[in-house]
């Protein structure tokens, strides 16, 4: 949304629906052990949304709960424990070969919303330690699942097209300022700003705007300001008042 009167903006982040993919492999409770597998082979995924009869999220199957089940019975497999605890690995075993989508998937799915910036997800990713997210909407319904590679995608801008987008839509169509006297470089995501603005207040609305552009990796502020509309000494003085509604007026 951008709103230009009294310089209040707000710039439009790049958020999860814009990097997700949209055609997500998934399964169902009873899907068979082997199936689930065959499918994360075939479409070359690491992890698969589990369903429920009315199409919303239940669980997610990754590639440590197969490498449980395919243990089978044996004990003492350190690396499995540590991978993924001992106690989820003894309730994997007990199942025996009847194994389904229900009995090897996590029920504790972090999901996150398609409306939500991406660095949401990054820091939901990072911090729940898992390398994707199942994308829902407000029905727990799948809309699509978003990875690390995923969020990492903004940053592969190329430098021209980034820089364009600060010209044409931050410094003219949103700030209202003279793209001539802003001068605007790219290099491997930096953004360096070189010119001279017009007061304080609209140089630093600028850098800040310019920091929210997809593909922006950080931002070298070399920008200086005719005016510190921020002191009080700068502001216009105040109007007088009159009062006209106690003399008259004679010819």
Do not use: C, Q
């Amino acid at each position: 949304m951008k709103e230009r009167r009294g310089k209040v903006v707000r710039m439009r982040k790049t958020n999860v629906a814009d990097v997700m993919t949209r055609t997500v492999v998934v399964a169902r409770e009873d899907t068979p052990f082997k199936e689930i597998a065959r499918r994360m082979l075939e479409h070359r995924v690491s992890g698969l949304p589990v369903l429920d009869g009315e199409d919303r999220l239940v669980g997610i199957v990754s590639e440590g709960d197969l490498l449980a089940a395919e243990d089978g019975g044996h004990h003492g497999n350190l690396i499995l424990e540590w991978f993924i605890g001992r106690k989820r690995l003894e309730e994997i075993e007990a199942k025996g070969d009847d194994l389904r989508a229900r009995h090897v998937m996590m029920r504790d799915v972090v999901t996150i919303g398609p409306d939500e910036p991406i660095d949401a997800a990054a820091r939901s990713m990072l911090t729940n330690g898992v390398k994707r997210l199942p994308v829902v909407d407000d029905e727990g319904k799948v809309l699509g699942i978003v990875s690390r590679t995923d969020v990492l995608r903004p940053y592969l801008r190329e430098d021209e097209a980034i820089r364009k987008e600060i010209v044409e839509d931050v410094i003219l169509d949103t700030m209202w300022v003279d793209p001539s006297t802003v001068r605007v470089e790219v290099e491997e995501g930096v953004v360096s700003l070189a010119g001279r603005i017009e007061t304080k207040s609209t140089k630093e609305l600028l850098v800040d705007l310019v920091r929210r552009v997809s593909g922006v990796v950080g931002v070298e502020d070399h920008l200086s300001f005719m005016a510190d509309d921020r002191e009080p000494s700068a502001r216009p003085p105040a109007m007088p008042s009159f009062n006209f509604g106690r003399e008259r007026l004679t010819g």
